[in-house]
């Protein structure tokens, strides 16, 4: 299919969304989320009646430790709509997401995170941008991150960002997204342990918006990410998705060596003009030290890329599904032959 055939399916989509309403399927990754779900569906299902004809609502159990999959096992018995799936282990909020979008079925994908604090209320505001002729839409929260860390956290995520999506798009970037399903053709085949799924869906398209939507407090449970986590994410896709790092090095080793001359010639013209050497060995061991540290921090950027190249070349997947509750007795529509599943219920 050429891009100009892709463009116009996904205009014909939009035109089709707005005389009818539209079809959704609502991810959310949970992860030692047992208090927060049921006040979620509460909330959540008269919102998808309003704005959908059909829906599912995914739920994605992250390897919890506490009875979030006994609970998602409960809610799907108790509605028809909602999808449980659980996996093997822990594999990270983008690989669960990566699970849930492939066996979403229908038009639009809602994604959100278990914790109310994207409010399902919001999500008539996503869809009225979609629905303008955009791919995918952010709702980006009015009030920034609390905290000095989770700022900071966030701060570093959106900068590894910038140099796989483009500044002003990483910005806008946030965790409660709608999209279109057709856009998850693009990274049909993605077989990595390594997962974004903002940097998968630029694969795909460049017509992206944001919306400003209201973020609410957590008051259930602790958040289950730290400084660390977002940081060693925020390096994943900086050294997956991106060659900022190694043009950093570049740019690095290039202004080290002008440096190097510049002394060479300094050296030089001194011996030359006075006839002496430059003394002292504080001044030489400040330059080898220098030199050295920029030599290590290049082979450590260099050393990253082989760990990604050698960790893809293990085949490893991004998730591995252990059991399906409620109506995911359905394979996903659209499979990867390496997803492989332990138990299906």
């Known amino acids: 299919m050429t891009p100009a055939d892709w463009n116009a399916r996904l205009e014909r989509i939009a035109r089709a969304e707005t005389a009818v309403r539209q079809t959704l399927s609502v991810v ?25 004809d ?121 965790a409660f997204r709608v999209f279109r399903l057709p856009l998850r053709a693009a990274f049909a085949s993605y077989q990595s342990s390594f997962v974004s799924i903002d940097v998968l869906l630029t694969w795909a398209t460049t017509r992206l918006s944001a919306v400003r939507v209201r973020h609410d407090p957590r008051t259930l449970g602790a958040s289950n990410y730290t400084l660390r986590s977002l940081v060693r994410h925020a390096l994943n896709m900086m050294t997956g998705f991106s060659t900022l790092p190694l043009q950093v090095a570049s740019i690095l080793g290039f202004t080290l060596t002008l440096f190097g001359l510049v002394v060479l010639v300094y050296v030089v ?17 400040s330059i080898v030290a220098v030199f050295s540290g920029a030599q290590l921090f290049c082979l450590g950027i260099i050393g990253e ?28 529509r659209e499979s990867h032959p390496h997803v492989t599943e332990a138990q299906s219920r």
């Open 28 to 52: 959310i990754p949970a992860y030692n989320s047992e208090a927060s779900l049921e006040p979620l569906v509460e909330r959540l299902l008269p919102v998808l009646r309003e704005q959908a």
């Open 54 to 174: 059909e829906f599912e609502i995914i739920f994605v159990n992250d390897g919890s430790r506490d009875g979030t999959w006994a609970r998602i096992e409960a809610l799907a018995a108790a509605h028809p709509e909602i999808v449980g799936i659980n996996l093997m282990r822990n594999y990270g909020q983008h690989g669960a997401l990566l699970c849930g979008i492939r066996h979403a079925r229908y038009e639009v994908i809602v994604t959100m995170d278990d914790d109310l604090q994207h409010p399902p209320e919001e999500i008539p505001k996503l869809l009225a941008r979609l629905s303008e002729g955009y791919d995918v839409v952010y709702g980006t929260p009015l009030v920034g991150p609390h905290g000095l860390l989770r700022g900071l956290a966030s701060k570093i995520t959106k900068l590894a960002l910038q140099g796989a999506m483009g500044a002003e798009t990483a910005r806008n970037v946030s």
């Open 269 to 285: 013209g001194r011996y030359l003009i006075q006839g002496g050497t430059v003394p002292g060995f504080p001044f030489l061991a």
């Open 305 to 332: 890329y082989l760990a990604r190249m050698h960790f893809r070349m293990m085949d490893r997947p991004p998730y591995v599904v252990r059991g399906r509750s409620g109506s995911a007795t359905r394979r996903p």
